[in-house]
């Protein structure tokens, strides 16, 4: 299992939290998905035989949010 931390921006409440962290935790390969509002960023950890960085960020910019 690999971890990346991803920076977002565009978050405003915990609701914008937890629909991030459930677009995450749905992704196959995704093991787990912390995302803070305070530090504006998701702390994953992912199987990357299964998904790559650039699959959850292209997750998180469809759910309506920036990141890098």
């Known amino acids: 299992m690999e971890t990346t931390e991803i920076k977002i921006d565009g978050m405003s ?10 677009v995450l935790e749905a992704l196959p390969g995704v093991c787990s998905a912390e995302v803070s509002l ?16 650039a699959a ?8 309506g949010f920036d990141a890098a």
Not at 38 to 49: E, H, M, T
Request: with cysteine; glycine share 12%; aromatic share 2%.
């Open 13 to 22: 409440c915990q609701g914008c939290v937890n629909n991030i962290r459930g």
């Open 56 to 63: 959850l960020c292209a997750a998180i910019e469809d759910a």
């Open 38 to 53: 305070a530090g504006a960023c998701a702390k994953v950890g992912f199987d990357a035989a299964k998904v790559d960085r």
